[in-house]
Structure formats: structure tokens, C-alpha cells
């Protein structure tokens, strides 16, 4: 019997439904691993709900690893059902511990100078006063002054601290911006992965759309197109903001990975190739210090100016204020930009290392697509398994990664070299292949 | 003379050096504004650089304001020089000091132990391996075990520490609980003052509304009914809990300020009473320990559990990570109770100095209102002035207040005593009494 959605009035409470009713079925095997999933026209049919419904149902299926798409042919179910549950009390422990971190984000051990850092916090801590009473709203005014000078004088960017906000990460950014442009009602994305952000235009009632530039709002990452670091040239950059600025769009730049810009020079801004309208500019320095300091800022454009000042006392900081007083001493000091030349070299090192290895470890089996940005690339070598499978098999054997893609022979792995010492390039990547075959 | 930038090796090198000689050429008006500049390929020729470095070079003039592209026609310097820069510096360095600050929900100075926290915070820092990942969406686990213990000890709350949900104060908590429970449609808060509240409720649709019970969300603060510390007595609780109860409303206890219950026993937590169902319970350290410091946290009931599991991954954790493993060493220390004995105490015997300086100083004129938490009264006073006058008059003397409410020919003010000094009370009471009159 199907179930009936209709009851459920909302379109997000719809999809929610529909999502659950997928859970239950499949957490209680009676869709049991590997079955196919309907075709998203049959299930809209089925239970009379739209396409979109339905695919946004089964798209947080999928990011909850209860589906997984295979190419050309759908959506199928995992193994979910079949694994222990996270139990409630720290299953992690109990897992073999990480012995390789392919798929990790993280910062190279050797690139973060920690008795730096400590000292910075230490001296911000000092600064009794300052402490004693809440942050400003749209970040501390120091930290956002040395910010514009760093932006200019490293993305050409001309603004003033005025027109900066700080914020815990890039959520964080997003739940001030969203309110302020919501009559834009859709988005477009470049691919389903950023689930964080997506989640956020979701939760606000935006349409979320991937790859649809006639959308209110165009989040992109000029310098992160894709998983392996692909970037986006200067003439799609100056064409993307010539289209957005004729439709009345606004562009949202997650000037993510910027830094990392190895193969040719670091390409202008959308923001400054737009004169500052029609642009938000996001940066964020996850990657460049510590993941775990949760500091990042956005530049607005003169016209959501007005909107956001009268809204701006509603909004608490979220950013530390300790963290923000020391890392604005700390860039002022000129260790920011040392940080960012020497990780460059570094991962780019890195990264040609790891290709090396690949090569040599996988032969011309295997191939590799690699881009000019960024600490990943993306391997697709034959396999029997699944990608399920291998990484059930790897996290066994303590390597942890990720699949970007998997059709029937064949599986497409990122690889990121930014945690992983290079001399765990080679024994990684020969127990990969091992339990690949 | 034309410069060489044939010494600058890079091409990225290369782009900037023309970029930099032109915006010199122009900020020193040896390019006066509205001159034409030369055609990408004479530039080209004479430089002896290639047509795309030159591009490069203009395209960020351009997107700096320095040019401007005329269709057909080709680049012009802008008026940018005559235009005065953007001051560096914000009015507000020209305001008088505040001597005095009446309305600061800040920390007393004597009342946080700065080289203790500074200790804790030094030990977070040393876990390296921790900080170079992200931290875990929903909080720091030991973090989360070592709240519930907390919660359970002090506010006899039972929870597991799945149930928690750690964030950078409690509007990014509501980020997160707005999107799961948004069918409720209407919120009511006890009174317009908690803006940072309201406003995220706003921002997702919802109806604001005050002291309406039927309402699908009840948002109240038990300790802290009003500014002056009113307290919910237990049979109000009671009757809340049943009435949410029988009408299927959700309530959502921001129990801010129940440390500083003084004149009787705390009072158990709605979320207590109503046996985990139908409340949110949202707990914050602001008060605790510096304003500062973002870390607050949400216990979900178990009706919203699943909810919010199937969205978890897709929220950034936004506290820092740093502090919530300070944090957590420093509650199972014991220092956090510690911390609330000594504040409490503290602001206690504040709060009755301050009541004893006010009737001392205004007289039988002025009438005081107190309750039995918090650390503010409520003090009306005869005065010919608005509160608007009074603001601006005493901001002028470096006293900082804040008012309640004002009727012809009298103004109710709100003093805080938690961040002045207690040696400090009788000159500001002295100079506000001559300020009012």
C-alpha cells in the first residue's frame, strides 16, 4: 500500500515525509540493500507529488547514506540496514582507529605553526577588558579593518570595514544574508555536495537548483568547481558576472580554496570584476589555520548595505571574540600571509607527490583528473566493488575515503593529500588498490 | 618613460605590476580623470607583455574604479582620484569614554578568574591532533557527556549527551530548531525586548507575538520574566507545562539566568517538569563566565530527535572548538559551579548595595523595582526630560543607562550593577540623580 502524503500541507514537510516512509522501509529491510529505488517519474507518479519532491527526498536519503546513485541507472539502497547502528554511546570508539586519512579536510600537521597560534590567544586572552562584554554584532571593528586591508591587498578587493561581517563559518553568514535576499525564492548551486549551504536556502524557503544560472541567487566557488579543483577561468568569470548583473541575479563568491591556486596565477575576484555590485564575497579561514578556529567573513555589495544595517543589533556575533583579536594581530604581523605562501608550496608539493605515487602505484589502469586549485584529486580505477563496499573494506583496514562516482566496473575515489603525511602516500595508496581488486 | 617589468618573473607578478603602476599613475593624477587610456594592444607593444597580462591589469583597474570601459571605445580613468578615500577610522573613537556603564550585561572584573581560563585554554590548545579536524556538528562529544552531567547535577534535567546540541550562543541554536519545527506557525515571546530572538523566528516566517499563550511555540526565560529579575513561580510552571501540553505547543526554555536566583531555592526547569516532552531546554554560559565566550547548548525532546538527526550533518558546528574543550575540562574540574557560587554571591550583595546607594541618593521620591534574580533594578524617578534627552545628556558625561520606560514627567531607567564596580555606584547614582533633574 502507498502511503498518503497529501495531509502534509508544506512542500518541505512533503519531502520530509517522503524521506522517512524511504528510511523506515529501508532500516527495516523491507527495501533491502542493493533493491532499486523507483525512478524518480515513477514515484512522483505513485504518490502524486512533484518530481522535485521526490528528488530532494531522495537526494538526503543519499547524503544520509541510506541510497546511493549509480551512473545511468538510479538510485539503489546500501548496506545501511545491515551495519550496527551508532550506538549511543560513542560507536566511534570502537571503530578501527584511522590509520590514513584520504578524505579528511584537515590542515597538514607541519603546516600549522600551533606555538604561534598559542601565543596570539594567549595575548588576546590577556586583554581583560575587551573580554568582559560581548562582541559587536558585525565583528570585532579592528579585526574587520585589518580584514579589508588583507583583502585588498590581497584579492584586489576595495571595501571598507563597514562593509564587512564576521561570523562562525560560512553558515553562520548565510543565516544573516538569507533573510535579507529572500525575495530572490531560488538558488542555484554548482552540485548537490555543499549540503551545508543548500541546507541553509532550504530551511529560509529558497528553491534550491544546481547548475541553473537563471536562479535569484548563484552561490559559486570560483577557485573549489569541483571536487578535484578545477577553477573557473577569468573569461566564464567575467561572463557569469556580466549575465547575473543583466538578470538582476546576485552572486554569492565562497571564495573557497583561493589560496590554493597552484597552476597559474590566482585569478580576479567576481567581486572586484563586478566593481563590488551585485556580489557578496565570502572568505574563510578553515583552510589556512585550524578547521577547528570557526572564523569567516563576507563583504556586502552597496545595495544590501541599508537592509542589513537595520537588522544588524538583531544578529549576536557568533565568531569567538578571543579567536577574532588574535588572529587580527596575528595577520597584522604578516603570519597569515607567510601561512598561505608557505601551505601553497607545500600542497602543491604534496599534491604532485600524490599524483606521482597514484601513477606509479595504479599504472595506466587507473586514471586521474586533477585541477589547478585545491589538496584533491579524483582516481577512477576498475573494481568489482562497490563504493560501499571499498569503503567498508578501507575503514576496516584504517583508510578512510570518500567516492566521488561509481558506475558498474568502476570506481572514482578523491584522494586529498592535505592531512595525510606524504610518507603515508605510498603505503595508502598500495592498500587501496589491494582492496580495490 | 616606460617602466620594464621584465625582472617581475611571474606572469601573476607580471598583471600586478601593471596594475600597481597605473593605479599610481592615476591616485598621483599623472592620469588626470576622464583621460583615455592606451589601447591593450599599444600598451602591449610598448610594455612588451602579452595582450591577456595588460587585460588582466585593466580588467582589475576597472573592477577597482580606477577606469571605466566606454563601449567601443576603450578604458578611461575615472574621478576616483578626486574622490576623498573611505576614512579608515569610525566616529566613534570621538565619543566621550564611558565612565559609568548602568546598562552592561557584562561580567564583574573581580568576578572571573582571567588565569584560570587562560590555563584551560592553553591545555585546549596543546591538543593538536583535535584541532587540526573539524569539530563534530552537534558539539564536542566528552563536551556534550560532561553538559549532561552537568545539567543532570544542577538543574536535575536527565538527558543523554545525544540529546544536545551545542552552538555559538543561542541564536545559532535557533538556526537550527526554526527549520524543524516551523509548522508551528506562531511564536510568543514575554515581551518585545529579546530582539535577537524574535527576529530569528521572523526571519523564517514564523508569527511573533507577545504573552499569547496559543501560540505553537512558547518561547519564555523562567529566571529572567523581566529586566529587573522576576522569577517564574512554580505554579505558573506547572500550569505553562500543562497548557503547552493539552494544546500541542512546543516550549522553549532559555533558562538565562537561573544561576542568580538569590532569594529562594532555584526552581526546577520547565523542561524538568515537564518530564523532557513538549520543551526545549537551551542553557548559556554568557552570564557564567565572559560574554565572550559563544557556547550554548539546546537539549531536544525526543519528538524532535529524529528530525534533527536527519539534518545534523548539514549543520557546521559554530561554537570554537578550542574553547568547548577548555570548557568541558573546566566544568569537570568543578570551576564552572564554583564560578556560579562566587558570581552569585557576588552580585547578591551588588544588588542590595546598589538598592541601598539608589534609596540613599534619589530619596522618597523614586520608586525601585527588584526581584529575586538577575542583577539589574528597575528605578523610577521624577524628570522633565524623555528618556531619549536623558540618554544623550549623561552619553555626553560617560554614563551609560539604559531605559525601561518613560510617561510624562517620569522615566523608569534600568541599572545593572554586574560590570560596575561597587565603589563606582554612588558617583554614578550622584551624577544620574543630577543629570534627570
Redesign the interface.
Known amino acids: 500500500m502507498r502511503p498518503n502524503f497529501k495531509d502534509e ?2 512542500p ?2 512533503l519531502y ?1 515525509a517522503v ?2 516512509y524511504y ?1 523506515d522501509q529501508i532500516t527495516e529491510r523491507r527495501l533491502p540493500p542493493g533493491s532499486k529505488m523507483p525512478s524518480l517519474r515513477t514515484c512522483a507518479q505513485e504518490l502524486k507529488l512533484s518530481r522535485t519532491t521526490i528528488e530532494n527526498a531522495y537526494l ?1 536519503l543519499a ?2 547514506g541510506y541510497i546511493i546513485a549509480k551512473a545511468q541507472s538510479g538510485y539503489y539502497v546500501t548496506d545501511i540496514a545491515d551495519r550496527p547502528l551508532p550506538s ?3 560507536a ?1 570508539t570502537q571503530d578501527t582507529p584511522v590509520k590514513y586519512n584520504l578524505s ?4 597538514d ?1 607541519e603546516g ?1 605553526r ?1 606555538d604561534l ?2 601565543r596570539y ?2 595575548s588576546a ?2 586583554q ?8 559587536e554584532p558585525q565583528g570585532e ?1 579592528d579585526f574587520r ?1 585589518t580584514l579589508s586591508a588583507y583583502v585588498r591587498e590581497h584579492r ?1 578587493i ?1 571595501c ?3 562593509d564587512i561581517v564576521v561570523g ?5 553568514l548565510l ?1 544573516i544574508l ?2 535579507l535576499v529572500r525575495e530572490k525564492a531560488t538558488v542555484s548551486f554548482p552540485t548537490p555536495s555543499f ?2 549551504g543548500s ?2 536556502f ?4 529558497f528553491q534550491v537548483r544546481y547548475r541553473n544560472k537563471d536562479s535569484g541567487v548563484i552561490y559559486v566557488s570560483p577557485a573549489h568547481m569541483t571536487k578535484w579543483g578545477e577553477i573557473m577561468p ?1 573569461s566564464r568569470r ?1 561572463e557569469l558576472v556580466r549575465y547575473a548583473s543583466g538578470h538582476g541575479s546576485l552572486i554569492i563568491e565562497d571564495d573557497f580554496e583561493n589560496e590554493f591556486v597552484y597552476l ?3 585569478t ?1 575576484s567576481l ?6 555590485r551585485g556580489v557578496v564575497y565570502i572568505g574563510s579561514f ?1 583552510r589556512l589555520l ?5 572564523i569567516s567573513f563576507m563583504i556586502l555589495p552597496p545595495e544590501l548595505k541599508d537592509a542589513y544595517l537595520a ?1 544588524a ?11 577574532q583579536i588574535a588572529l587580527c594581530q596575528f595577520i597584522r604581523d604578516g603570519h597569515l600571509a607567510a601561512q598561505t605562501r608557505k601551505l601553497r608550496r607545500l600542497y602543491s608539493q604534496k599534491l604532485k607527490q600524490l599524483l606521482e605515487t597514484v601513477e606509479d602505484v595504479f599504472g595506466p589502469e587507473c586514471s586521474v583528473q586533477i585541477g589547478s586549485a585545491g589538496t584533491t584529486l579524483a582516481l577512477s580505477l576498475p573494481s568489482p566493488l562497490t563504493g560501499e563496499e571499498l569503503k567498508a573494506r578501507a575503514a576496516k583496514e584504517g583508510l578512510r575515503l570518500q567516492i566521488l562516482r561509481e558506475s558498474p566496473g568502476e570506481l572514482t575515489i578523491l584522494l586529498s593529500c592535505s ?1 595525510l603525511p606524504a610518507q603515508d602516500f605510498y603505503p595508502a595508496c598500495s592498500l587501496l588498490k589491494k582492496l580495490a581488486e
Chains 1, 2 share one sequence.
Open positions: 500541507a508544506e518541505r514537510q520530509l524521506y522517512r528510511r538526503q547524503a544520509d549511543r554511546n560513542t566511534r579528511s579536510s584537515g590542515v600537521r600549522f600551533f597560534w598559542r590567544i594567549k586572552l590577556r581583560d577588558d575587551r573580554l568582559l562584554s560581548y562582541g571593528e579593518q584586489n576595495l571598507t570595514p563597514q562562525a563559518g560560512v553558515q553562520s543565516h538569507c533573510p549540503l551545508q541546507t541553509v532550504q530551511d529560509y524557503g577569468v567575467l597559474q596565477k590566482p580576479p567581486f572586484s570584476l563586478a566593481g563590488g578553515s585550524l578547521p577547528s578556529i570557526r537588522k543589533a538583531s544578529y549576536n556575533q557568533t565568531a569567538s571574540k578571543a579567536e592531512a
